[in-house]
């Protein structure tokens, strides 16, 4: 069967493992995916520079929300700095997607870190935000 | 249309062959390739057509006084008259070669639609365009004033025109869909330009879903303008058509400026060359005209009434077998009454996204997204679907495999 269905995805997508938003969170960040329409927000909670909360939201393919769900339950308990410095070879090993996979698959793969990324240094100034 | 006016599989076996892209296989299994109505498959005879051109006869069109630019004007003005018969126009003058659809609608919003639109005239356009038979017409309204209305379509996904008549008022431009590329609908353009004429207003098709998969007679439908690519009809890409009435054509003012849509040029001043080459500036796109008239030769000879019956018999079992899949929904008409084989749907639960992945790993090719109808998708507040479309190539086997494919979805996320 397709490799990129595997168990790990699909559990993700069937039972997402953060979904929902945060009361009164101190970042709070969405991105969309033009082509296909795809959605995600992504809340954190960060006390004394660790990220001591995170949920997501938004609508897409199981890729693209398996992500989400995984990276949020990732970089929970995660010092700030870190999760910026947070790869998006990091999250494809995370997620076991193939770097060189359909490359419109890897942009829904890697969506959620887009969002991730625009919430932690502010809209468009994450600096591999080109490739993100 | 009987099943006797229709390809045989016997037929059908021979034409598969016509078309080199269809025989591999893609993950292992025998490609089926259901998204025509994106781009269709090209034949031997057009893609030798192309090659043949640029290795015997390759020189400018309607410049050279040599021989291989008299062969290559030769060629390329009788694919211009055999597009011209295709579609049943006047005179092949009516033909102007663009890159595309887009191209063709985008030409009439500028040079017409500049020169006669005024503030508060009106465009009337259906909720059920392609992007490329809407942006264009909302960047004239920004430039023009002129307000645009749309046509709703009903619970069938079916053009709802009770109140045509009203929406009329102060058109000056109905511009709208013979085929929807998401829904299949065909529309009863005949009688919607009837009535347009009745209040004075032009009409313009957009026929890139129609041209290539049925009978389409300019003089029979009485429109103004019809635009249609060639790559959705067995032609290369980069070669399109506008069709429009030549003394409209001959009132319109150029649309780009250059080389060959002109008369005689000053260094302040021009006159411009008679229609079409007045909307032909530059170097045309020579080989893929050529090979458009190819490909419509082909078209003709398997008979355009006998595609439309074949894809017609397809998708009736279709629809017919998508039935029996779990949580699927098809959108637009639930019968082969007036409707293309475009066929788009969604599977409860599962993104069109994933529903095309898994089907690729099949090697079924089908589109997943707006298919550039966001608007549509709106209407039905949903981001995307899944569109599998037919064309004169396809088998009802490829139809089973979709529907075994889609079953395997289920299972895969249920
Ligand atoms: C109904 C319709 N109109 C217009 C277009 C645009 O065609 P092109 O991209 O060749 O200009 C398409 C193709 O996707 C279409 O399906």
Redesign the interface.
């Known amino acids: 069967?397709?490799d990129?269905?595997r168990e790990l995805i699909?559990e993700h997508?069937?039972h997402p493992r953060r979904r929902g938003r945060l009361e009164h969170p101190d970042i709070s960040a969405e991105e969309h995916n033009p082509?296909?329409?795809?959605r995600v927000r992504i809340d954190l909670r960060i006390e004394n520079g660790i990220i001591t909360d995170a949920r997501f939201d938004g609508?897409?393919?199981?890729?693209s929300q398996a992500s989400a769900s995984m990276l949020t339950d990732e970089i929970v308990g995660m010092p700030v700095e870190q999760a910026k410095q947070f790869s998006k070879e990091q999250l494809l090993d995370l997620i076991g997607i193939p770097l060189s996979h359909?490359p419109v698959?890897i942009k829904?793969a890697l969506l959620p870190l887009k969002t991730l990324k625009a919430g932690l240094y502010g809209v468009g100034h994450a600096p591999d935000d080109d490739e993100v | 249309m009987t099943a006797s006016a229709s390809l045989s599989l016997f037929d059908i076996v021979a034409l598969r062959r016509e078309f080199p892209i269809l025989n591999q296989s893609v993950n292992g299994k025998t490609l089926a390739f259901l998204d025509s109505a994106a781009s269709s498959q090209k034949p031997r005879r057009v893609i030798d057509c192309l090659e043949d051109y640029y290795r015997r006869y390759n020189a400018n069109v309607h410049r050279g006084i040599y021989r291989l630019s008299e062969e290559a004007t030769f060629a390329f003005e009788r694919a211009r008259g055999k597009v011209a018969r295709f579609i049943n126009a006047r005179s092949q003058r009516e033909i102007v070669f663009v890159r595309n659809t887009t191209e063709a609608i985008n030409l009439v919003a500028r040079s017409w639609g500049d020169a006669n639109l005024r503030e508060g005239d009106r465009i009337l356009l259906s909720i059920m365009e392609h992007h490329s038979n809407l942006v264009p017409w909302q960047m004239l309204a920004q430039r023009t004033g002129a307000k645009l209305e749309f046509l709703p379509i009903d619970g069938e996904g079916r053009l709802a025109l009770d109140n045509l008549d009203a929406q009329l008022e102060g058109v000056r431009l109905v511009a709208i869909t013979q085929q929807s590329n998401v829904l299949g609908t065909i529309n009863p353009v005949a009688e919607i330009a009837r009535r347009a004429h009745a209040v004075g207003a032009l009409v313009l098709v957009d026929g890139a879903q129609s041209v290539p998969h049925m009978p389409v007679d300019v003089q029979a439908l009485d429109i103004d303008f019809l635009a249609f690519s060639g790559h959705k009809m067995c032609g290369p890409t980069g070669i399109g058509v506008l069709w429009g009435r030549r003394a409209i054509l001959d009132q319109m003012p150029p649309f780009l400026g250059g080389g060959s849509m002109i008369k005689v040029v000053g260094l302040h001043e021009s006159t411009y060359a008679d229609v079409p080459a007045r909307f032909e500036a530059g170097t045309p796109a020579i080989a893929e005209a050529i090979a458009l008239g190819e490909a419509v030769d082909f078209l003709q000879e398997v008979g355009m009434d006998r595609i439309y019956a074949h894809e017609r018999e397809l998708l009736g079992y279709a629809l017919e077998r998508l039935r029996d899949v779990d949580g699927l929904r098809v959108y637009g008409p639930t019968t082969t009454e007036m409707r293309g084989g475009a066929v788009s749907f969604t599977l409860d639960g599962?993104?069109?996204?994933?529903v095309a992945?898994?089907l690729?790993?099949e090697g079924i090719a089908v589109r997943?997204?707006?298919h550039c109808a966001q608007p549509l998708h709106a209407h039905y507040n949903i981001?995307?679907t899944t569109r599998a479309s037919f064309y004169l190539y396809n088998i009802p086997e490829e139809v089973d495999r979709l529907v075994a494919a889609l079953h395997k979805v289920r299972t895969?996320?249920g």
């Open positions: 069967m397709d990129l269905y699909l997508y069937k082509l296909c329409g795809d609508r897409g393919c199981a890729i359909n698959r829904c | 599962v993104h069109p996204h994933d992945a898994v690729d790993s997943a997204g707006h981001p995307a895969l996320f």
